[in-house]
T-cell receptor
Framework: DADVTQTPRNRITKTGKRIMLECSQT?????MYWYRQDPGLGLRLIYY???????NKGEISDGYSVSRQAQAKFSLSLESAIPNQTALYFC???????????????FGPGTRLTVL | QKEVEQDPGPLSVPEGAIVSLNCTYS??????FMWYRQYSRKGPELLMY????GNKEDGRFTAQVDKSSKYISLFIRDSQPSDSATYLC?????????????FGTGTRLTIIP
């Protein structure tokens, strides 16, 4: 079974619709992340959470919100989807490790979102 | 200017060739350097992880960091068709609570049998 799962894997929606992408992990990690990947722009961080009570904006959080329902679950919402939010979305997790030392991030399989 | 620059390719080489993938960066505060490999329709997975300057070898893969030039490289020896993937470099600071990764755009590599 996959350690980091994302649902749905593919989604087509219309402009203005609300949509939620879900991420679950069985790795027992405290840290979770949401990225989007676009051709020519690479992976960009949307939001991250270092524990259930900690939510932080990444470099491109406008138009997105998140919810950390439990240690294992981290959801990304698009309140009113727009076409330029069409992208591949990845959830990732990491362990805490040593203070100040970035730890390996484990990625889910991605959600391909198309906003028409 | 992006903090991390990476040639997107695509790069095609024959099987058995040595592959060199590179990234440059502008922020001298980066201390941790990683290479992730991403197969088509999959999430990235960590391939190599190095700290500060120097070389690290793991099988056919060698990661090289030159902090003075703000330049990192990944070498693949005896390349195989299974190495065909997108390779992303990633970097991070050494600040507690700020260990976020900054990724390059990725280089798409194809190994031709």
């Amino acid at each position: 079974d996959a350690d980091v799962t994302q649902t749905p894997r593919n989604r087509i929606t219309k402009t203005g619709k609300r949509i939620m992408l879900e991420c679950s992990q069985t790795k027992g990690h405290d840290r979770m992340y949401w990225y989007r990947q676009d051709p020519g722009l690479g992976l960009r961080l949307i939001y991250y959470s270092f524990d259930v009570k900690d939510i932080n904006k990444g470099e491109i959080s406008d138009g997105y919100s998140v919810s950390r329902q439990a240690q294992a679950k981290f959801s990304l919402s698009l309140e009113s989807a727009i076409p330029n939010q069409t992208a591949l979305y990845f959830c990732a997790t990491s362990d805490l490790g040593l203070a100040g030392v970035p730890h390996e991030q484990f990625f889910g399989p991605g959600t391909r979102l198309t906003v028409l | 200017q992006k903090e991390v620059e990476q040639d997107p390719g695509p790069l095609s080489v024959p099987e058995g060739a040595i592959v060199s993938l590179n990234c440059t960066y502008s922020n001298s505060a980066f201390q941790y350097f990683m290479w992730y490999r991403q197969y088509s329709r999959k999430g990235p997975e960590l391939l190599m992880y190095t700290y500060s300057s120097g070389n690290k070898e793991d099988g056919r893969f060698t990661a090289q960091v030159d902090k003075s030039s703000k330049y990192i490289s990944l070498f693949i020896r005896d390349s195989q068709p299974s190495d065909s993937a997108t390779y992303l470099c990633a970097m991070a600071f050494s600040n507690f609570g700020n260990e976020k990764l900054t990724f390059g755009t990725g280089t798409r590599l194809t190994i031709i049998p």
